[in-house]
């Protein structure tokens, strides 16, 4: 696998892929701001909580590597002020940059991390219509979008995406 990393990328950046492998991984959240929350919001808990953070290039995004536990119990996830979303889900929102006022199917979508994200941007106003096989699933996402008092945007939809390829 070395091999084949140094003959695509190159040695030097190999070893920055290696390096960046063995480095100990972080969770992302992402404050909720149809909350009303802001970043400073969230950064100033975690401060109370003596969780040290890292803010992300995309705004509403801070990186945590330890405190996982203090951020649970101290409820911030349950009193809907912020989820735990990859960046990578994040640059994808970022991509398909929700507009207020549109309307968005989101296939394949339980849990929901996506969902939430593009609902929030739409700033109350606009749908995300949210399919999933998976009617647990949806569920949790619909827990979530109530959490998130995103449920009067997000619609869940049960079926299969295959049927609709036809
Ligand atoms: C990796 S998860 C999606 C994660 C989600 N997009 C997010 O951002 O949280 C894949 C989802 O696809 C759903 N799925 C798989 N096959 C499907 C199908 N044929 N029709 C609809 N949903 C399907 C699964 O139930 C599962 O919830």
Same mark, same amino acid.
């Given at each position: ?57 995309m705004?509403?995004?801070? @990186?945590? /590597?330890?405190? *996982?536990? #203090?951020?649970?119990?101290?409820? !911030? ?8 979303? %990859?960046e990578?889900a994040g640059f994808?929102v ?42 647990? @699933?949806? /569920?949790?996402? *619909?827990? #979530?979008?109530?959490?998130?008092? !995103? ?8 079926? %299969? ?6």
């Amino acid at each position: 696998m070395v091999r084949r990393w140094i003959r695509f990328l190159g040695k030097e950046e190999a070893l920055k892929l290696m390096n960046w492998n063995n480095s100990d991984p972080y969770f992302s959240l992402r404050v909720n701001t149809t909350n009303g929350y802001t970043r400073d919001d969230l950064v100033n808990r975690l401060e109370d909580l003596q969780v040290h953070y890292e803010k992300s290039i995309m705004d509403e995004f801070v @990186r945590i /590597r330890e405190g *996982m536990q #203090a951020v649970l119990q101290a409820g !911030l996830l349950k009193e809907g002020m912020c989820a735990v979303q %990859d960046e990578s889900a994040g640059f994808v929102v970022s991509v398909v940059d929700p507009q207020p006022g549109e309307t968005i199917m989101d296939c394949c979508a339980a849990p929901g991390g996506k969902t939430l994200f593009m609902a929030s941007r739409l700033a109350g106003q606009g749908k995300v219509s949210a399919l999933d096989i998976n009617k647990g @699933r949806l /569920r949790i996402l *619909m827990e #979530a979008a109530k959490c998130h008092n !995103l449920d009067d945007i997000i619609t869940d939809i049960h079926g %299969d995406l295959r049927l609709y390829a036809t």
